[in-house]
């Protein structure tokens, strides 16, 4: 049985200068134009008057599709610093509280003893708008805002609402404008999020970063072995480079996400960890497609929109690094809904996993580049012999039939 040679391996610094450049610069020059194309393709309640009508309004549009509305009670929740906390924490979604007072401002302008009422002032809702922004917008405030105006329709229908009409003051306009619009709400957002593109941060944002890693990855392992630094640089070395590298390159590639510096940081070292423990290595690259885009698509799952709104298997994602990363930008951008006790053990969870399993990876991906070229060197000469086997011997000229005649002439004339 033979056996095929493995060229020696040598440490990377002992090359040669020119060729140490002729890998480096690739590897530089790859990372940049990654980058580049990142950039491209990418920030005390009322108890009289309205209390009654907001509840009444709430408890007819209970339904199946209509979010669940829960009455806090005024002991508990007694002024509007503790709704906002409520909602920041991530007990509730959001929340609507009746301003302090209210009922009489609006009982003193319906009678005509005050004119300053202003109907914006009676109720507040706050929710987080950095939290899933979709959801947010289209879920919770449509449906507040269909609370509030349901409110002023039940508002006539209270005692309250018809002792207003007694004392209603009909030759004041002001107090006739107050009993026609007695209700608006206004919003205090936890964290306004108003840009175009912000249904794009639990999606592209997840996205981007695990398709930037995995591109690089590819590049670093055809540079690799175009350059035969896989076959004949020490393992250790090749491991310290690329360890590096990654560290460096999720570094550049995290500072477009301004504040979200360390936790973008943390999330695209994690995925770099995983493709690099795979990819390449344990996954044959005719495998690579179907890994690749499972292992996205699962991430994306667990990111698209809040676990409430979608069926108990996708709980699966609370263990995926997305969700996870996502859950500390949403505390990074607005400081509320705080999750860092499931989602700092789950991300070094698999950072820790991924380091490990890296070194077992980039060891085999060495390995088997040192037996290609191996190979390589073996099958070259033979191949070499085969091909001078088959070469035909070219006719000879004419200058040389007459030179070897003259020579045959003179070897007989010398005899």
Partial sequence: MSTQPLPARTPFFQWPAAQRKGAMIPMVMSSVMLLLLVLANISSPSTTMRAPSASKASQSLQAANFPTIEFGSVSEYSTPASVRNAVCKGDYWGAIYVSSGASAKLASAINGTSTSYNPADSI???????????????????????????????????????????????????????????????????????????????????????????????????????????????????????FGIGKIYGDVGSFQFGKTLLVFWLYMDVQWQVLESFVGSFVPMQFMPFFVLTWIITNIASTVAPFELMPGFYRIGYALPAHEAYSMMVLAWSGCADQTRVALPVLFAWWIAGHVLAVFSIRKRCADAGKMAGAAAVKAPAQEQEQAQDLPIPPRSASTELTLRSDEEQVRNEK
């Avoid at 009409?165 to 619009?181: E, F, G, H, K």
């Avoid at 709400?185 to 930037?212: E, K």
């Fill in 124 to 242: 507040t809702y706050t929710y987080n708008q950095a939290r899933y922004p979709a959801q947010a917008d289209s879920l919770i405030a449509s449906n507040i805002v269909k609370v509030v105006g349901m409110a002023r329709s039940f508002y006539y229908q209270t005692p309250n609402g018809t002792a207003a009409l007694r004392s209603l003051n009909v030759s004041n306009p002001a107090a006739i404008a107050a009993y026609l619009n007695p209700i608006q709400s206004t919003a205090d957002l936890i964290q306004p999020t108003t840009q175009g593109p912000r249904v794009f941060f639990n999606t592209v944002n997840i996205i981007i970063p695990t398709l930037a890693q995995f591109f690089y990855i590819l590049a670093l392992n055809g540079i690799g072995l175009s350059t035969g630094i896989l076959a004949k640089a020490r393992v250790r070395d090749v491991w310290l480079m690329r």
